[in-house]
């Protein structure tokens, strides 16, 4: 098992070591949609592409204008090399791409979700205060029918007003 020094054994296996900091062999999965987002971006710019055309660009004119001992993917063997790394580069970018779009739509539905359920307490909201508009209306007709005036009313709202504002009853509100 354990050597007298501390040491492991060759006959046990390494345990999961922190190769990337966390105590895990492998990234997490968010760390990974982070970096796809963030290549996906980057893919998504002008300064890419024109940063690829000028690789390219360069990659041909060295293959084709140098002399043939200083060419690395001569155009006699119709740049072989050239195609190799743009697909490559194309394989990888399509699923990184792909991922950030999931990602993105994940987002999506719960924007959407918190969005439905803010609309909903809204609309609640606006039918409480609707019923309480129309108690209102129900009570100040009542009061009307039964012969209370608008002075009256005026009088019971003030002094409901200087309540609620701390004041006192007796001073007229402007």
Known sequence: MMAKSGRRGLDLPRGRS??????????????FGRFSEAFARAMGTSGFLIGMSVFVIV???WNIAMPREWQFDPA?????????ILSLQASYAAPLILLAQNRQDDRDRVQIEQDRQRAERNLADTEYLAR???ALRMALE?????GVTREVLRAELRAMLSELRNEDPA????
């Open 18 to 31: 922190s190769m990337l900091g966390r105590g895990t062999s492998t990234p997490s999965s968010d760390t």
């Open 59 to 61: 990659w041909l004119w």
């Open 76 to 84: 006699a063997t119709n740049f072989t090399l050239l195609t190799l």
């Open 132 to 134: 309480e508009i129309v």
């Open 142 to 146: 009542e009061r009307s029918a039964q």
């Open 171 to 174: 001073e007229p509100t402007p």
